[in-house]
């Protein structure tokens, strides 16, 4: 057997490696002191969103001159009261409730009974139940016959009855039944008092806390930090108390529907259904599982049930697909994912008070990932935004030859704006990120082969997408110019080009590609050649795009010009002024009459770097985007006088 060599670990290997470890140790001791510190760390947890919910109320009583303290024991008073008057209300209904219980014994088996007369005959399963019951018989029959020979046989023999002994214990004392009595008692107690302390505590020292959070988070940039944390708490406290709001006039709504229809115990349902709507998805099918039955139950008949069934389908999907929309978005933040993830985490650690606490608790997190660098893997980890951006899909698309997604993204984006946005904002930052990805030698020649051949599929999948506004916003009167110029992105100067047409063109620009893009040097050169050229004929300029071999000494007097008016050179970095200068110069040779237009589509490109590689390449015109070059082309046709455009950047040479 011939062992491999050991390839010693590099000190960047050993130290991620190190890492690694540590996080994993740390993770399991964070989980472990959650399970074995419940006991105090639920409170805590309780306390803190109670605060998140309070502070909001609190600030609006200091606004009114109410001094900071009283304002605060004054708003922790109110709250606890009202809890501990739903909790005595829901303890008065679940004992109404089980007293109530046997009497509704009778009508479950009376409904029973009726669904077993209504089927057509014995089913499978009844007839199986009756067999083994017969067979349990015969089985038994042999014991009892000879229990009763042996009792027959010797009477004399058979052992005396036993005497029944009763134990009796004395009665408790008066300091027994006392404690009886409050032992139940001690242990909510203590937990709610150390909530209220808690929340008091944090309510009052709540910038205290704040700063030691930035200390922790990176005091580095105070103001950076100060800004997000503030920025987090009042989007955290805003949303629990909308929450709150909202779950609890979905309670009062349940509670009053239910009592209407004549289930028993409507406030109890009620309160449950609120509670139970802080569970995303599944909370409210819990909610409505307990009132169901009790109708079952209580009614005779299946009216109560289906008035029951009626009032969850329709409350809840005005609830959760209208009303919130219009109050707070869309959802919490969090991925769907996350919701079940997170449900099961809190909820196998802390059992059902974990399973109420799961989306608070996670969207806490999310909400400090968003705004504190270091804890920015929280929000990729559990929040709703894509993981990557979209430049990086669609590069990363590119890389596994797969453009059919990337055509699909691009069709939801032309949705809200227009084609040229797209290439500008998505494509070519993708195809930018492809290209520091060559620089620094990691792509290989059969992966650029790849991201050039999805490219050119890409451009074809979406190749009967014209570059119009999306019908929403296309301007048909000044004062819809007006609106739809306030749409438009400061960072899309390009959204508003026009679409021409081919008989309204000049007659040199009727041929059959009035418009040549080529690659400068490379293929990924050569891909943003092949998206300028889609983007061109979507505007009405019919192109044709020719690889990087065409400008070579050998293929230049090969190059077909006939009908050419214009000639974009795509170049995607700007390390070679020399080579753009040839290239220039060879396409002048061929085309004298040609206006020459260099793509320098790097990014962060400097517009004196850009006016600087155009002198120096003698080319007629520079842009930096595709939009930017689009426009060149238009205004070259003479048809359009592009400043009469509203939203259009009018830049000299740089785009």
């Known amino acids: 057997m011939i062992r491999q060599p050991f390839k010693a670990r590099t000190p960047e290997e050993l130290i991620a490696l190190l890492s690694a470890v540590a996080t994993a140790i740390l993770a399991v001791i964070i989980i472990m002191l959650l399970y074995f510190g419940r006991e105090i760390i639920i409170p805590i947890a309780l306390a803190i969103l109670l605060s998140f919910v309070l502070a909001p109320l609190v600030g609006l009583l200091q606004r009114v001159r109410v001094p900071r303290g009283l304002a605060v024991v004054s708003v922790v008073i109110i709250a606890f009261a009202l809890i501990f008057a739903m909790g005595s209300l829901l303890a008065t209904q679940l004992a109404q409730l089980a007293g109530d219980l046997p009497r509704y014994q009778s009508t479950i088996s009376e409904k029973i009974q009726s669904f077993r007369e209504t089927t057509a005959g014995r089913g499978t399963l009844e007839r199986a139940s009756g067999m083994l019951k017969d067979l349990s018989k015969e089985l038994d029959k042999p014991k009892e016959s000879a229990s009763a020979l042996g009792a027959s046989a010797s009477p004399k023999a058979a052992a005396p009855k036993p005497v029944p002994v009763e134990v009796r214990q004395p009665d408790p004392g008066a300091l027994e039944s006392l404690q009886s009595l409050i032992s139940p008692l001690l242990h909510p107690l203590a937990t709610t008092g150390i909530i209220v302390i808690f929340v008091i505590f944090i309510l009052l020292q709540r910038e205290d806390l704040r700063n030691r959070l930035i200390r922790l988070a990176g005091s580095h940039d105070l103001q950076r930090t100060t800004a997000a944390l503030d920025d987090a708490a009042n989007r955290l406290s805003r949303l629990f108390l909308i929450q709150l709001l909202l779950n609890g006039s979905f309670g009062i709504v349940i509670g009053i529907g239910l009592w209407l229809i004549g289930v028993p115990s409507a406030i109890l349902w009620g309160i449950l259904a609120a509670v139970l709507r802080f569970v995303p998805y599944i909370g409210a099918v819990i909610a409505a599982a307990f009132p169901l039955t009790l109708a079952v139950a209580v009614d005779p008949t299946w009216t109560m049930l289906l008035w029951t069934v009626a009032l969850f ?39 059902p008070i974990g399973l109420v606490l799961a989306t608070p608790l996670t969207v806490c997190l999310v909400v400090l990932g968003r705004h504190v660098e270091r804890l920015e893997f929280l929000d990729v980890m559990f929040g709703d935004r894509p993981a990557l951006s979209p430049p990086e899909i669609f590069y990363q698309r590119m890389l596994a030859g797969d453009p059919t997604e990337a055509s699909e993204k691009a069709e939801e984006f032309l949705k809200e704006r227009s084609l040229s946005s797209y290439y500008d904002e998505v494509a070519l930052k993708g195809l930018q990120l492809a290209q520091a990805d060559a620089e620094r030698g990691a792509l290989d020649s059969e992966r650029l082969i790849k991201i050039r051949d999805a490219v050119s599929e890409f451009a074809n999948n979406i190749s009967e997408q014209d570059d119009r506004l999306p019908a929403k916003i296309v301007p048909t009167t000044d004062v819809e110019a007006t609106s739809a ?66 400008l070579s000494t050998a293929n230049i007097f090969r190059l077909e010009t006939a009908g050419v008016a214009i000639v974009c050179l795509v170049y995607m970095e ?34 004196a770097a850009l006016e600087s590689l155009r002198e120096g390449a003698k080319a007629d015109l520079a842009a930096t985007s595709l939009g930017g070059a689009l426009k060149h082309c238009i205004e070259a046709t003479g048809v359009v006088d592009i400043s009469t455009i509203p939203g259009v950047q009018l830049s000299g040479t740089a785009a």
């Open 574 to 607: 700007a390390s070679g002024p020399a080579h753009m200068r040839y290239s220039v110069r060879r396409l002048r040779r061929k085309l004298p009459k040609a206006t020459i237009i260099l793509g320098c589509w790097m990014k962060d490109m400097d517009p």
């Open 485 to 550: 110029v306030e749409t438009v992105a400061e960072d899309a100067p390009y959204e508003n080009l026009p679409v021409l047409r081919k008989e309204d063109l000049p007659p040199e620009w009727q041929g059959e590609n009035p418009v040549l893009c080529v690659a400068g040097r490379s293929l990924i050169d050569e891909a943003a050649a092949i998206m300028l050229g889609q983007l061109s004929t979507a505007h009405g300029l019919l192109a044709r795009v020719e690889g990087a071999e065409a």
């Open 313 to 351: 389908l329709v409350v809840e999907p005005i609830v959760g697909h209208v009303i919130e929309p219009m109050v707070y978005g869309h959802s919490t933040g969090l991925s769907p994912v996350a919701v079940v993830a997170s449900a099961t985490f809190w909820t196998a650690l802390w059992g």
